[in-house]
């Protein structure tokens, strides 16, 4: 059930697949590695795969055995001509090298606080020039008013979807202290931290936002 509840919990996440088809057109580069990190079911990474270069190599990684099953079967139905591994392993471990395309897609903010910039430092080193990262995330707002405002309107949104008052109350003490949002400014911070330059946001719904960092 997990891509269905990720498409009717996140606003925009058709929007981000359809983004990270355009950038792999355009930024994948040839004999480059691409990496989908917390690649979860293999949505992102069958984007990825599907619109890259045949000479790219995938690299999909996640911590859970059940999900690396599951997104290894789902990428061997596929038959693009990009080559792929999939790693069980934490992101803290995953060394990048030779990289065109790094996605962090809903993934970072489920790291400890403390670890994320350790994480930005390593792909950005691990980034060929001209490479870019993606770097969608639950986002929080540093103004209570405007916090309060686009929390109400993303819990409308979930109603929207089908979720009942009790659903969305559930879910949300069930992240509480998991994910653990930061605002614009802090990510944008982080990402000048690592060595990005150029910084654009390529989307935002509500309390959700993806950026793109550019090497």
Avoid: W
Avoid at 78 to 105: G, P, R
Avoid at 128 to 137: I, M, S, T, W
Avoid at 138 to 154: E, G, S
């Amino acid at each position: 059930v997990f891509d269905n509840m990720i498409q009717r919990s996140v606003p925009g996440y058709d929007f981000l697949l359809d983004v990270i088809a355009v950038l792999a057109q355009r930024y994948g580069q040839a004999d480059s590695q691409c990496y989908d990190l917390g690649c979860s079911l293999g949505t992102t990474s069958l984007r990825l795969r599907q619109n890259l270069p045949a000479s790219c190599h995938v690299i999909g990684v996640d911590n859970s055995a059940a999900m690396v099953s599951r997104c290894k079967h789902n990428m061997a139905r596929d038959n693009s001509q990009a080559s792929y591994e999939i790693c069980q392993q934490n992101i803290q471990d995953t060394q990048i090298e030779n990289a065109s395309i790094v996605l962090l897609n809903f993934t970072l903010q489920f790291i400890q606080d403390q670890q994320r910039q350790t994480i930005l430092n390593n792909i950005y080193t691990g980034i060929k020039p001209g490479g870019v990262l993606l770097l969608a995330e639950k986002i929080c707002f540093a103004k209570p008013q405007q916090q309060a405002l686009q929390t109400d309107l993303y819990h409308d949104f979930k109603r929207l979807q089908g979720y009942s008052d009790l659903e969305v109350a559930q879910k949300r003490a069930a992240l509480e202290n998991v994910l653990v949002p930061n605002t614009l400014q802090q990510h944008r911070q982080r990402l000048q931290e690592a060595g990005f330059k150029h910084i654009e946001v390529c989307m935002q719904c509500f309390n959700f936002s993806a950026l793109l960092a550019f090497k």
